[in-house]
Nanobody, 120 residues
Framework: QVQLVESGGGLVEAGGSLRLSCAAS????????MGWYRQAPGAQRELVAR???????NYADSVKGRFTISRDNAKNTVYLQMNSLKPEDTAVYSC??????????????WGQGTQVTVSS
């Protein structure tokens, strides 16, 4: 199985920056896409950023130009660099990895989440 541990969350003032990390351990082979989701209080979970195994990226419109997702395959880690943070970015951020199992079965693994709070 795969275990994910997120880190880097915290309290930051508007306009500041944070860098989230998500390290995968365990059966980390055959990892495909990796992504970051967030869920604000009273809101549904939404996709923030996604990076494919080939390095192509996708971002939510609300974070384009401010957030950057990257990955280090050697470390089985995905990062989310968050700049120009806004109070609306306040949420619990969780990482997700897509793993291809034997026979092509796809399974998603989720981290515990890390709190990001942006003060105004």
């Amino acid at each position: 199985q795969v275990q994910l541990v997120e880190s880097g969350g915290g309290l930051v003032e508007a306009g500041g920056s944070l860098r989230l990390s998500c390290a995968a351990s365990g059966s980390t082979f055959s990892i495909n896409a990796m992504g970051w989701y967030r869920q604000a209080p009273g809101a549904q979970r939404e996709l923030v950023a996604r990076i494919s195994s080939g390095g192509s990226t996708n971002y939510a419109d609300s974070v384009k130009g401010r957030f950057t997702i990257s990955r280090d395959n050697a470390k089985n880690t995905v990062y989310l660099q968050m700049n120009s943070l806004k109070p609306e970015d306040t949420a619990v951020y969780s990482c997700d990895i897509e793993r291809r199992l034997v026979g092509g079965l796809i399974h998603h693994y989720w981290g515990q989440g890390t709190q990001v709070t942006v003060s105004s």
